[in-house]
């Protein structure tokens, strides 16, 4: 695979191999998901955790950090099967698009309710935050 279009990113395995500086930990954790591509590859928390011995906790993080500091394609999957697998196309990369998109809204619709306040203005809350901030 040359490359991978995921919400804007262009990633290649070489680009990766090159560019990353990871400890042992996320080493381990990225030759994992690496074997595990597309989502009907995907790869339970526990099954890492017997491969590395690293605490799910540990190994929700890794992949967190992974995707957040170092633009790797994992994505994951809330239906069987179940787990984190290495984003190979651009219908996958929309699905956990999607997906994190609507648990966003979810989550901010839940606290607008705790906050006594309707989701539009929690939202307007929020812009004027990040816009200050």
Do not use: C
């Not at 995907?42 to 957040?68: C, F, M, S, W, Y």
């Not at 999607?98 to 809204?105: K, N, S, V």
């Not at 309710?113 to 307007?124: A, F, I, R």
């Amino acid at each position: 695979m040359a490359g991978l279009q995921v919400l804007g990113a262009m990633v290649t395995d070489m680009q990766l191999d090159m560019n990353l500086d990871l400890d042992r930990d996320e080493q381990a954790v990225m030759k994992i998901l690496r074997k595990h591509r597309g989502r009907e590859s995907a790869v339970k928390v526990n099954r890492i955790v017997q491969l590395t011995g690293i605490n799910e906790r540990q190994v929700r993080d890794i992949v967190k950090h992974l995707i957040h500091e170092h633009r790797v394609p994992v994505g994951s999957s809330t239906k069987k099967p179940y787990g984190y697998y290495w984003i190979e196309t651009a219908d996958e990369a929309f699905e956990n698009y999607e997906a994190l998109r609507r648990r966003g809204i979810s989550v901010l619709a839940r606290a607008a309710k705790v906050k006594g306040v309707t989701l539009p203005e929690l939202l307007g809350q929020l812009k004027l935050e990040t816009e200050s901030s």
